[in-house]
């Protein structure tokens, strides 16, 4: 259970992270905010903050996000639906509920797959010096994250 509970935070962080694409979308190449993950993590920040792209890279990100959006899956109503009576059944059934967070997580992971794609993709479209601006960015972040986590743990103990 721990396994599945950690897949599905992971997944959840890094869409947190694939979000950096709706960043150089235009409206068009974005699904409505009730279907797409990316825009509900929009808030977070983004993967490209700080890197100035060039107006041809910003077109080439685009069409790379067109294209992925058309291979990516929906939200999967049934299976929220089907979670949900089984938290709201009057019978907790675990294996059922472990089995469903299962199939959830696989459908996470694919989306995770299929989104590292195309952030490779929009990686590589970029010069030396933007990909050394950006490691730099990412270093920061991964800096911040984890004083907040020391952070939270100092503040646990106490």
Known sequence: MLKVAMVVIASVLAMGYSSA????TTPETVQSPALDPLREMQAQQHMF?????????????????????????????????????????????????YAQAEKMAQEQVKLQVEMARVRNQMYNLLTPEQKNVLDHKHQQRMQQMEQQTSAQKFSITE
């Open 21 to 24: 694409f709706a960043a150089n």
């Open 49 to 97: 903050d700080g890197v100035t792209l060039t107006e041809q890279q910003r077109q080439q990100m685009r069409d790379l996000m067109r294209r992925a959006r058309h291979h990516l899956p929906g939200v999967n109503v049934a299976e929220i639906e089907a979670m949900h009576k089984l938290v709201t059944a009057d019978e907790f059934n675990e294996a059922a509920v």
